[in-house]
């Protein structure tokens, strides 16, 4: 195949949430990784690592541990922090007294940048508390665009989970549909979670689950934002033909691209190989970082 698509169109794609389900990296092995990690040069992955409250004193006894020197985790990382400091994606339930623990916890720590905060929509004005120039992802109930609108309309971006440990937590391709074109038309920047493994669908073997292909939900977001209908973008949901798709990436104008990557910001992977090794054998990035893409171009910082 000629041509290649617009260098935007992947980066900044990945969040690290190795700490997460299937992964579930114990925390040293998810900072280790994440150190290599943050030497990737496809450009692909944030540099954010994303980690629930509830491991925040963890988290930061590994930092401790690793800048002692007795642990896995120390030295330089790069990324969207500045220098030396780990660029943190916080998930945390929404209410007051949790949110609020989390951000006293953070504040002034050298070793620490927050980049995002995200989780289930709880209650909308806790997330006052999160400094301005932080953005927030909220998780909406499925299929629920009344709450989408309110996320919306206090300023915040929305946040999907396509897959999960059951067979129900999987949403179909119409109800993905629905929640990206509703973004889309509304403005709305989102970032998707959990069972994006792969750049296209799949049935794990082992569990039976069909998995939906990141590179499908990349293709539906630039469809919405071109202004396709709902059937249009929830039939690139479930194209599995791989030549097909990567002629479609290739073919994305770069204006085009732009805009779908301010729509889809970023998504958590468990995994931070698999969507590189992925994009690598289809062809569509390369080993060197695309020309003027930074570890962030997705603009902002899921599990």
Same mark, same amino acid.
């Given at each position: ?40 040069? &496809?450009?692909?992955? /944030? ?50 007294? &949790? ?29 006052? %508390? ?9 998780? /909406? ?65 082992? /569990? ?48 085009? %691209? ?36 930074? %570890? ?8």
């Amino acid at each position: 195949m000629t041509g290649h698509p617009p260098p935007g169109l992947f980066a900044g794609l990945v969040d690290d949430a190795g700490l997460f389900p299937p992964e579930e990296l114990p925390m040293p092995a998810a900072l280790r990784r994440h150190r290599h990690d943050c030497a990737d040069p &496809t450009g692909v992955l /944030t540099g954010h690592f994303l980690c629930a409250a509830s491991r925040l004193d963890e988290l930061l006894e590994a930092l401790a541990a690793g800048a002692r020197g007795r642990g896995a985790f120390g030295g330089r990382l790069d990324g969207t922090a500045a220098e030396g400091r780990l660029a943190l994606g916080l998930v945390s339930p929404l209410e007051p007294s &949790t949110l609020h623990t989390a951000l006293a916890r953070l504040e002034g720590d050298p070793r620490v940048e927050l980049v995002g905060v995200e989780g289930l929509l709880g209650d909308l004005a806790a997330l006052a %508390a999160v400094p301005p120039s932080v953005p927030c992802f909220v998780e /909406t109930p499925r299929g629920d665009l009344d709450a989408l609108a309110r996320v919306s309309a206090a300023g915040h971006g929305a946040k999907i989970r396509c897959g999960g440990a059951r067979a129900e937590q999987f949403p179909p391709s119409a109800e993905v549909a629905r929640f990206v074109v509703a973004c889309a038309r509304g403005g709305v920047p989102f970032k998707a979670t959990a069972g994006l493994h792969h750049a296209l669908p799949y049935r794990d073997r082992r /569990t039976g689950f069909t998995h939906h292909g990141f590179l499908n939900l990349v293709l539906a977001t630039c469809r919405a934002v071109d202004g396709a209908g709902l059937p249009a973008v929830s039939e690139i949901l479930d194209r599995t033909d791989e030549a097909a798709l990567v002629a479609e990436a290739r073919a994305v104008p770069p204006e085009l %691209a732009r805009a779908a990557r301010r729509a889809l910001v970023a998504y958590g992977s468990c995994r931070t190989d698999a969507p590189v090794d992925d994009l690598r054998r289809l062809g569509l990035v390369s080993s060197a970082a695309p020309p003027g893409a930074t %570890a962030s171009a997705g603009t902002e910082a899921s599990a």
